[in-house]
């Protein structure tokens, strides 16, 4: 629990399209609107919009916890291989990143997103 609020913005990729053995820069900012310091989980979610198999609504890739003063803002970057949007699949025995399109979602918490962008995996 925090006794001041946040505010998240300025999404950026570093690419909107990569290879499935790529990676994207994905980076933002978070100000501190409270008059007290304080300090927050800034949580990436992914998922994948159509899928062989089914998929789930949100998958936690990475966090950083953030702390700030008053009016504070910070720059937060995470590195999302494409590797980590694999799942095994169970006919090849193998993990298996599959092409096409992936909501990217930032927030708090998958309860309180805050930012949504796209990444296109090409073949």
Do not use: C, W
Request: charged content about 20%; glycine content about 8%.
């Amino acid at each position: 629990m925090s006794y001041t609020q946040f505010a998240y913005k300025n999404v950026k990729l570093s690419a909107g399209t990569i290879g499935r053995s790529g990676q994207v820069e994905v980076s933002f900012d978070i100000q501190n609107k409270g008059e007290r310091a304080g300090s927050d989980v800034a949580q990436l979610y992914t998922h994948q919009v159509k899928s062989v198999v089914v998929q789930p609504i949100q998958s936690l890739r990475a966090f950083q916890r953030v702390m700030l003063q008053p009016g504070e803002t910070k720059h937060v970057t995470f590195m999302l291989p494409a590797s980590q949007l694999a799942y095994y699949d169970v006919g090849s025995k193998d993990f298996v990143v599959e092409p096409g399109a992936f909501n990217l979602m930032i927030g708090s918490s998958s309860e309180d997103i805050r930012l949504r962008t796209q990444l296109e995996v090409r073949r």
